[in-house]
């Protein structure tokens, strides 16, 4: 495509919409920065390049004038797909996408794509690993915090790119092409966004869009949508199951990884040899194992990696112990079945600091999910009361609402035994009272060493 002066309005003044408008400048386009948030500071986001940059930043209203001459309009991951602000520039045949198929656009090579409702980080960090010391020129981007604009024109031909690709990023996809793609579970998430399951999942599986039975989707077999889809995918189905034994696909039998084709089976490693802990992180490391064997990574190699791969932040990550209580950041686990997932990988009786922004979720399958094994729930933001009714109708009652993560983790140091853990798994996402889930998972392993220290 040919950007030279190309009016270009990228919507959304975070991150994306920054990398989106350095990436046009640098191929001769002529960026518009534009937000609607009048609380915006646009000198300083200009000051966030840390560049210099000849874009104009514009927040509140658009004027009328500045549309003129648009000719094509790249929307934030933030920004939702459906608004009449998007709407009124495709009435008019302006192309509105967004930076993930911007970056596609711009950049060269092989793209390894991964979605999925709960782990496509992990599984995307260690795909990651893998084709990183496999293959001289690789890059790991997208919803995992490497902007794909920020590494796009970095690529050439033989370039490998991992990409974590989110459903907000794949409203706006276009001709975005993976060679190898991996839907890795789909349930209840961002409905507030997407308003209905149905419209969740057909979100997701468009990652396949552009896919042909040249290309591979990797299909986790016990998700009952992803299964479903299977049907009609585009590409080449590679399932990976974790209940059961599979004819063709990747299996867990006991407590081996197995590999099977046309009922010949393999065992690929045990899973004591890994360092990740939890069943679904045994469906991450098979997703993993498929989608870069399938893009023709020796087996060898990638079981190598696997074994000594560890947890990424936030994601039931071991902080430290104190007074005999191991305490794990699981800030990540932001939705109830991420949760839920975090729970059943704890081996000992637990007490969960949960709560945060209410994006519309049921936490009855999480409270439900405790068992025996919580002990105490500790809840704060703005679910903490709707998360206490729920618990109080399935029978839990112990259950302590607090106003801060500090008061959070004194609450449960409080509660916690010899010998137990304390989890912080949120089952919600973590705006309104920080600014991501990163910052969250930090906040609680600093307040969590002051507890060592003191």
């Keep these: ?183 890795l579970n789909i349930t209840e998430d961002h409905l507030d966004r997407h308003h209905t399951m149905e419209n969740y999942a057909k979100t997701k599986q468009d990652i396949t869009k552009n896919q042909t039975k040249e290309d591979i989707c990797v299909l986790n077999f016990e998700d009952p949508y992803t299964e479903a889809f299977s049907k009609i995918c585009s590409a080449k189905v590679v399932y990976f199951s974790s209940a059961r034994k599979l004819t063709n696909g990747y299996f867990l039998d006991g407590d081996d990884i197995k590999y099977a084709q046309d009922g010949q089976e393999v065992t690929l490693m045990n899973i004591h040899e890994m360092k990740l802990l939890g069943v679904h992180n045994v469906e991450n490391v098979m997703a993993a194992i498929a989608i870069t064997e399938g893009f023709g990574i020796p087996r060898e190699h990638i079981i190598k990696v696997v074994k000594n791969f560890s947890a990424v932040e936030h994601r039931i990550e071991y902080v430290t112990t104190v007074n005999e209580v191991d305490y794990y950041n699981d800030s990540k686990g932001t939705n109830p079945d991420a949760a839920i997932k975090a729970v059943q990988a704890m081996n000992r009786k637990t007490v969960v600091i949960g709560g945060g922004y209410d994006k519309d979720s049921q936490y009855d399958e999480w409270i439900d999910s405790f068992g025996d094994k919580v002990t105490w729930l500790i809840l704060l933001g703005q679910t903490r009361e709707k998360i206490a009714d729920c618990a109080k109708k399935h029978g839990f009652t112990n259950v302590v609402l607090v106003d801060s993560l500090e008061e959070a983790v004194e609450a449960a140091y409080k509660k916690a035994n010899a010998k137990e853990a304390v989890l912080l798994s949120p089952a919600c996402a973590s705006w309104g009272m920080f600014p991501n889930y990163e910052v969250r998972g930090r906040m609680f392993k600093e307040l969590v060493h002051k507890l060592k220290e003191s």
């Design 1 to 183: 495509m040919n950007w030279k002066n190309k009016k270009v309005l990228v919507v959304g003044c975070g991150i994306s919409g920054i990398g989106s408008t350095k990436l046009l400048e640098k191929v001769g386009a002529c960026p518009v920065l534009y937000d609607e948030n009048i609380k915006v500071d646009p000198d300083a986001v200009r000051d966030r390049f840390q560049e210099e940059t000849n874009a104009q930043i514009i927040v509140g209203v658009l004027p009328k004038e500045m549309e003129d001459g648009i000719e094509m309009v790249v929307l934030s991951p933030g920004v939702p797909s459906d608004t009449a602000f998007a709407d009124s520039f495709r009435s008019r045949q302006i192309p509105v996408i967004g930076e993930i198929e911007l970056a596609y656009l711009c950049g060269k090579g092989k793209i390894l794509a991964i979605t999925g409702t709960n782990g496509k980080t992990t599984t995307t960090a260690l795909c990651g690993k893998i084709v990183e010391e496999y293959f001289d020129s690789s890059y790991i981007v997208g919803n995992i915090g490497n902007p794909y604009t920020d590494a796009a024109l970095s690529m050439t031909e033989e370039t490998v790119a991992v990409a974590e690709i989110s459903s907000f990023q794949l409203e706006t996809i276009e001709s975005f092409h993976p060679q190898v793609s991996a839907i």
